[in-house]
DNA sequence: GCGACAG
DNA sequence: ATCTTGTCGC
């Protein structure tokens, strides 16, 4: 539980108007609808900081619905912007695209690690992402950004609504794994919450993040020590 | 004015 | 995200 939040510099008051207007701009292209096809292969992608500015960006494509592992990438580049919340993708998605290049294997729809549309303007990374690959994404996230809710039951499979001030539903808490912290998933692009939440539920394997997120993570980690 | 704030 | 040991609970 944190008490206090470190110091962080503030941002440049011109970089975030511009960030957030081109944001805008993107929000017009996101899409939500069902999956065409059910998925045969769906990817995972997360970023790490072996330094601090280093960015380290992760690919893993699994055979769906069997989850084995066919495929796992990563692309590494200099950080050029700091973290700031709801500006996140534009931190983190140009290395995650130049990843996403190096796959043989593309995938049909793609999990995000952090949000869809549960984000302050409906653009939050995976969102993003979808849009610049025109590809279906949905976000998984540790932690909320915006909106209410209420706690799920503490049993596995337990979902709530995520929505904003006005009702609309951003996205849902799903409990992925017994009195463990839930879930937030959201569609980015090309997806609906029916899908994500179908989808998130059907890559739980005992843990309480999917294998999609569970693998991407797991193999920034080794790529990381793989780089020393 | 005060609290919230993905990774 | 990252730095970090032991420790509590199921």
Request: proline share 9%.
């Amino acid at each position: 539980m944190a008490y206090y939040r470190p110091y962080t510099p503030p941002a440049d008051p011109r970089i975030v108007r511009d960030l957030t207007q081109q944001q805008e701009e993107l929000r017009t292209r996101v899409r939500l609808e069902p999956l065409s096809q059910e998925p045969r292969f769906i990817a995972g992608c997360d970023s790490s900081f072996p330094t601090p500015e280093t960015i380290l960006s992760v690919f893993v494509v699994l055979k769906f619905p069997s989850l084995e592992l066919v495929e796992k990438v990563y692309q590494t580049s200099t950080v050029e912007l700091p973290y700031i919340p709801g500006l996140l993708s534009f931190r983190e998605a140009p290395n995650v695209l130049r990843a996403y290049q190096q796959l043989h294997q593309k995938p049909d729809i793609i999990m995000v690690d952090g949000h869809g549309i549960a984000h302050p303007r409906r653009m939050g990374i995976a969102a993003h992402i979808g849009v610049m690959l025109d590809m279906p994404t949905f976000g998984v996230a540790k932690q909320k950004l915006t909106g209410v809710y209420q706690d799920p039951d503490v049993a596995k499979g337990s979902i709530s609504p995520l929505t904003d001030k006005s009702g609309d539903l951003l996205g849902e808490v799903i409990r992925s794994k017994d009195k463990v912290n839930p879930l937030f998933v959201s569609p980015g692009h090309r997806c609906d919450q029916a899908t994500a939440t179908r989808l998130t539920l059907a890559c739980l394997r005992g843990y309480k993040l999917p294998e999609p997120t569970r693998l991407a993570d797991h193999w920034a980690e080794e790529f990381k020590k793989e780089l020393r």
